[in-house]
C-alpha cells in the first residue's frame, strides 16, 4: 500500500544469500567470460605492438580507404532507410488496409534471412551471370565488386531498423495532436514538422544509431557482393578479415578496435537515448 | 482459533508501520482493521500471515508463538487485495494449489475443491481461466483458494478494493453470510469505515501505527474514544471552541458539552446531531440555507451560521425534509443537539 | 504509401525473388541432388547442431542472468546489464576475431583448454562457443521483461498456501516464462544459422567437418555455382522463416499466456 514496503525485500518471497550468490556468480562468471575477456584481448592485442605500431596499423592508406568506403555506404544507406523508416511506420501506424500485418512481416524479413543470402541476391541480381548483370556491364555499370553493390546489400541488412523502433511508438502514441494541428491550420508539412518529428525524435535517434553501427559492422553481406578487393572494395570489417589472412596479426585487431570503438560508442548512444526518451514519455 | 499480538513493532527504514501494537482476537470473531493507508493495518496482516517479520514484539495463535514458523508453515488463509491467482493455472487448479504443494491424493483434491467452488458460487467454472472471470468472480476464487488447505485463520486484505461500487456492495453481505456459515476467525483489512461496519463483529482502528479504538461498530460509532476516530468515521463539522464551566463557547454561541474541561480546544458535531427549525427558540442559531441535496435517506444540508464563525453541514431524513420544504436561501434556526469534546492529543 | 511499397520491393522483394526465379530453373530433381549432397548435409549438421547447442545454453545463462538482474541488486548491475547487449552491438568479424584470439591455445582461455586436450578453434566447439555469444542478449531481452512483470504477489500467494520455495519456483514463476524462454531460445537459433562473420574466424572451415552451411554458400558463389548456392540458400531461407512463424505465434502465446488481469 505504501511505495515504501514495496520496495523492501520479502523475506518469504527470496532466496538464502548463498543461492542468490551462486546465481550471481554464474551470471556475471558467464558473461565476463564470453563479452568481457574477448573485448579486452582486442584491446591488448591492438596495443601489443606499443601505440606508435597501433597509430601505423590504423593510419595505413588502405586502412583509411576501408574506412571512407564504410563511411560512405552508411551514409548512403542510413538516410534512405530512415526516409523508408518513417514512411512505413507512419502509414502502418495510421492506416488500416489490407495486407498491413504481411507488410509488418515483410519489413522483419531481412532480419530472418542469412548475411549471406542477403549479399548472394544480389550477386543473382547483378553478378556476371545474374539476371540483369550483363545488360548492366554492357552498359558500364558496375554493380557487384563495386560501391553500388556494397551500398545495396548494406541497405538491405539495415532495412528494418528504423522501421521496427518507430511503429510500436508511433501506434502508441495515436493521431489526435495531429488531428489538432490540421484542424488549428497546420500545412501537412508544418503538422509533421512541428507535432510528429518532436514527438518520435528519441525513437528515431535510437533507430538511427542502431541503423548506422550496423551498417559500418556488416561483414557477411558485404563481404560477397565486394569481391574484398584491397584498398579498393574493402570496409573496415573486410579489411580486418584481409589482414587476419594475410597473418598480419596485432593490425587486424587495430583496425577491429576501431569497430569495437564504433559499436560501444553505439551502445552507450542507445542507452543514453532510451533514457531520454523513457523520460520524455 | 484465537490471535494475540503483543507488543508488536515494525519499521521501514525511518518509517514506523507499526509502534508497540498489542492486539486480541477471539475465536470465531470476524475483526475488521479500519484505517487510512499508511495507518499500518496492511503490515499487521502481512506479519500474522509471515510474509513480514516484526522488529520486536509477538504474535500468537492459540498460545502458539509464531516467530518461529514460516509464512508456509503456518496454515493461515490469506486473500490480496489484487487477487494475485495464478494465471497460467486454471480456476480449479488454483483453489487446489495448497493441496497440490501438500500431496494430497487426487480423490480428496478433487472433492474438497468441487466443494470449494459450490461455496463460493462458481461451480461449474472450474476449466476457466482467471482472465476470463469478472472482477467480483476472481476474488471469490482467491478466497476458495485460501480457504483449500482449511487454514487456522483466514486475513484479507482490502479484498474488495479493486472492485467497483455495485460488486463490492455484494461481496460484502456475501462475505458475512459466508463467515456466518464457516466461523473461521476472520481478520479483515479496510480503509472503508462502511465495509467494516457492515461485515465485521468487531472494529480495530488505526492510525499511524497505533491502535486507536477498539469496539463493536455502534461503539465506536457512538462512542469514538478520541478525536481521530470521530473524524475518520463519517463526516463531522468541527469548531475551535473556548471551554469555561462545563460549557463552550463557539463564535458568539454557547453549547452545553458532555465533558467539562478549560481552555481552548476543538467541537465536534456530527451532521444528523444538528436540528433545523423555520422558528426561532431558545439558544437557537440563525443560518442560512446555501444547498441542499438528496443524499440516500435523506437530505444534506450545507448551512451558513455567521455568529458560529463558519460553515456548517446538517443532515436531515426525507420527513423533516418535506415538513421543512428547504430551499437555498431560505433562513432557518439550527441547534445542536450534542457536541463531542476530546482531550487534546498534543 | 506507395512509396513504402516501391522501396519495399526494390531493397528486399525483388532481390529475394531472384532467388526463386534462379531456383526456378532447376528441376527438382537437380534441386534435390545439391541440397542433399554429402558436403550440404554435413554443413546442415554442423550449422544445426551448433546452433541447436548454443541457444540451448544461451536459454539456460540467459535466463540466470535475467533473473539476477530483475530480482537481485548488486554492484556492477548496471554495467552487467549494458555488457548484455555488447553481442548486439559488435560488429560480428570482430566478434569472431576476438574469440578466436581468446581461445587459441595460446589465448587468455584456449592456454586452459589446450593441455586438457580441449581443442576450442578451428572446431565445432569453437562454432557453438560463437553461436553462444552472438544469440545471448536474445534470451535474456525476452526472458528480462517477462519476469519484470510478475506481481511478488502472486510468490507470496504461493508461500502461504504452503509452498515451498523450489515448488513456488517451478509450479508459479516458472510456467509463465516458458513461452518467453521458448521465444528467445528461437530467436537465437534464427540467428545463428544464418550466422557468418563471426563463425568464420574460428570455425577453420574444413569441409564435412567445421564447414557451416553460409560458408558453403559462399565458397559455392565463389566458384561461379549458382545453383547450387540456391539450392542451399533455399533450405536455409525455408529454415528461417519457419523460425519466423514459430517466432510470431510464440509471442502470441506468450501475450495470452500473460492475458492481463486487471
Redesign the interface.
Known amino acids: 500500500m505504501l511505495p515504501l514496503e514495496r520496495s523492501i525485500p ?1 523475506a ?4 538464502p544469500t548463498w543461492v ?1 550468490r551462486i ?2 556468480g ?3 562468471g ?2 565476463l ?7 579486452a ?2 584491446v591488448i ?1 591492438a596495443l601489443s605492438h606499443g601505440a606508435s605500431a597501433y597509430g601505423r596499423a590504423i593510419t595505413d592508406p588502405h586502412a583509411l580507404r576501408a574506412l571512407k568506403l564504410t563511411l560512405i555506404a552508411a551514409a548512403i544507406s542510413v538516410p ?1 532507410n530512415l526516409v ?1 523508416g518513417v ?2 511506420a507512419w ?1 502502418i501506424a495510421r ?1 488500416r488496409f489490407p495486407g498491413r500485418a504481411l ?1 509488418i ?6 532480419l ?6 542477403a549479399g ?6 547483378f ?5 540483369i548483370g550483363p545488360w548492366l556491364a554492357a552498359n558500364g555499370v558496375k554493380v557487384i565488386f563495386a560501391l553500388p553493390g556494397i551500398v ?1 546489400a548494406t ?2 541488412v539495415t ?1 528494418p531498423y528504423v522501421a521496427r523502433e518507430l511503429i510500436p511508438l508511433m501506434e502508441a502514441q495515436g493521431h489526435e495532436e495531429e488531428e489538432a494541428a490540421l484542424v488549428l491550420g497546420a500545412s501537412p508539412w508544418q503538422m509533421f514538422t512541428k507535432i510528429t518529428l518532436p514527438k518520435i525524435k528519441w525513437g528515431l535517434l535510437y533507430g538511427v544509431v542502431l541503423c548506422t ?1 550496423r551498417a ?5 553481406a558485404v ?2 557482393v565486394s569481391g574484398n578487393i584491397r584498398g579498393r572494395t574493402s570496409t ?3 579489411h ?2 584481409i589482414l ?1 589472412n594475410e597473418y598480419e596479426y596485432q593490425a ?2 587495430a583496425v ?1 578496435s576501431l ?2 570503438i ?3 560508442g ?3 548512444a ?2 543514453l537515448i532510451a533514457r531520454r526518451k523513457k523520460e520524455s514519455t | 482459533m484465537t490471535i494475540s499480538v503483543r507488543n508488536i513493532t515494525k519499521r521501514f527504514g525511518t518509517f514506523t508501520a507499526l509502534n508497540n501494537v498489542s492486539l486480541d482476537v477471539p475465536s470465531g470473531e470476524l475483526v475488521a482493521l479500519l484505517g487510512p493507508s499508511g495507518s499500518g493495518k496492511t503490515s499487521l496482516l502481512r506479519i500474522l ?3 513480514e517479520q516484526p522488529d520486536q514484539g509477538t504474535a500468537f495463535l492459540d498460545g502458539t508463538d509464531l516467530g518461529s514458523q ?9 486473500v ?1 487485495q ?8 486454471d480456476v480449479f487448479e488454483n483453489v487446489a ?2 493441496l ?3 500431496k494430497r491424493p487426487e480423490s480428496e483434491v478433487q472433492t474438497r475443491v468441487k466443494e470449494l467452488l459450490q461455496l463460493v458460487q462458481l461451480e461449474g467454472l472450474g476449466r476457466r ?3 476470463q472471470l469478472s472482477g467480483g468472480q ?1 476474488q471469490r476464487i482467491a478466497l476458495a ?2 480457504l ?2 482449511r487454514p487456522r485463520v483466514l486475513l484479507l486484505d482490502e479484498p474488495f478494493g479493486a472492485l467497483d461500487a455495485q460488486v463490492r456492495a455484494e461481496l460484502r453481505g456475501w462475505l458475512r453470510r459466508l463467515h456466518d456459515e464457516i466461523h473461521l476467525t476472520t481478520v479483515f483489512v479496510t480503509h472503508d469505515q462502511d465495509e467494516a461496519f457492515e461485515v465485521a463483529d468487531r472494529v480495530v482502528v488505526m492510525d499511524h501505527g497505533k491502535i486507536e479504538q477498539v469496539g463493536s461498530p455502534t461503539e465506536v460509532f457512538e462512542h469514538p474514544a478520541n478525536d481521530f476516530v470521530m473524524r475518520f468515521l463519517g463526516h463531522v463539522n468541527v469548531f475551535e471552541a473556548s471551554f469555561e464551566a462545563g460549557r463552550a463557547r463557539v463564535g458568539e454561541v454557547f453549547v452545553d458539552v458532555d465533558r467539562p474541561g478549560d481552555g481552548h480546544g476543538r467541537l465536534y458535531v456530527r451532521p444528523h446531531e444538528v436540528d433545523i427549525a423555520r422558528s426561532s427558540s431558545k439558544d437557537a442559531i440563525a443560518a442560512r440555507v446555501l444547498r441542499v441535496t438528496p443524499l440516500g435517506a435523506g437530505l444534506k444540508i450545507e448551512l451558513r451560521a455567521p455568529a458560529l464563525g463558519s460553515n456548517l453541514r446538517a443532515d436531515i431524513d426525507w420527513d423533516r425534509g418535506t415538513a421543512l420544504a428547504l430551499r437555498d436561501g431560505d433562513d432557518v434556526f439550527l441547534s445542536l443537539r450534542r457536541a463531542r469534546v476530546f482531550a487534546q492529543a498534543a | ?1 506507395g ?2 511499397l516501391v ?2 520491393s526494390l ?6 525473388a ?2 526463386a ?2 531456383t526456378a530453373e532447376m528441376t527438382w530433381g537437380e534441386l534435390w541432388t545439391i541440397a542433399t549432397s554429402d558436403r550440404a548435409l554435413a554443413s546442415y549438421k554442423i550449422t544445426f547442431g551448433a546452433s541447436f547447442i548454443a541457444a540451448t545454453i544461451n536459454v539456460v ?1 540467459g535466463t ?2 535475467a ?3 530483475v ?2 541488486r ?1 554492484p ?1 548491475r548496471g554495467i ?1 546489464d ?14 569472431g ?3 578466436t ?2 581461445l587459441a591455445p595460446n ?3 584456449g592456454q586452459f583448454l589446450e593441455p586438457l586436450g580441449i581443442k576450442a578453434v578451428f572446431s565445432p566447439l569453437g562454432i557453438t ?1 560463437a553461436l ?2 552472438i544469440g ?1 542478449p536474445f534470451v535474456v531481452r525476452t526472458v528480462q521483461p517477462v519476469l519484470e512483470e510478475l ?15 523450489a ?2 519456483l517451478w ?2 514463476i516458472v ?2 516464462l516458458v513461452p518467453a524462454m521458448l521465444t528467445g531460445f528461437a530467436l537465437a537459433f ?1 540467428r545463428a ?5 563471426s563463425v ?2 574460428i570455425a577453420g572451415n574444413k569441409q564435412f567437418e567445421t564447414e557451416i552451411t ?2 558453403l ?2 565458397s559455392r ?1 565463389e566458384a ?1 555455382d ?1 545453383p547450387g ?2 539450392a542451399l ?1 533455399l533450405v ?2 525455408l529454415v ?2 519457419t ?2 512463424l514459430a517466432i ?1 505465434g510464440l509471442g502470441a502465446w506468450t501475450r495470452r ?5 486487471t
Open positions: 520479502r518469504a518471497t527470496t532466496e542468490r546465481i550471481i554464474l551470471g556475471v558467464f558473461l567470460l564470453f563479452v568481457v575477456v574477448p573485448l584481448t582486442v592485442a534512405l523508408f514512411a512505413a502509414a492506416f507488410l512481416t515483410l519489413i522483419d524479413l531481412p530472418a534471412v542469412s548475411p549471406v543470402i548472394m541476391v544480389f550477386v543473382l541480381l553478378g556476371a551471370n545474374g539476371l545495396l541497405t538491405f532495412f553501427a559500418m559492422g556488416e561483414f557477411g563481404s560477397v573496415l570489417p573486410l580486418v578479415e587476419y587486424a585487431f577491429a569497430l569495437v564504433i559499436g560501444i553505439s551502445l552507450i542507445r542507452r | 500471515s509471515g510474509l514460516s509464512a508456509r508453515q503456518r496454515n493461515v488463509g490469506l490480496f489484487h487477487y494475485a491467482l495464478f494465471r497460467h493455472l494449489f495448497a497440490r504443494v501438500r481461466m482467471p482472465s476472481r483458494r485460501a483449500a488447505a | 504509401m512509396y513504402t522501396y519495399l531493397i528486399v522483394l525483388i532481390p529475394l531472384t532467388l526465379l534462379k545463462f540466470l542472468l533473473w539476477a538482474l530480482r537481485y548488486f556492477g552487467v549494458a555488457l548484455i547487449d555488447v553481442p548486439f552491438a559488435l560488429p560480428t568479424a570482430v566478434s576475431l576476438a574469440l584470439a581468446v589465448g587468455f582461455i562457443l553462444v555469444f545471448l506481481e511478488p504477489e502472486v510468490e507470496e500467494a504461493a508461500a502461504v498456501l504452503g509452498a515451498s520455495r515448488q513456488t509450479r508459479v510456467p509463465p534464427a544459422i544464418g550466422e557468418y562473420g568464420v574466424f553460409p560458408l554458400i559462399m558463389l561461379y549458382y548456392a540456391t540458400a536455409m531461407l528461417s522463416f523460425m519466423l510470431n499466456r500473460a492475458g492481463h488481469i
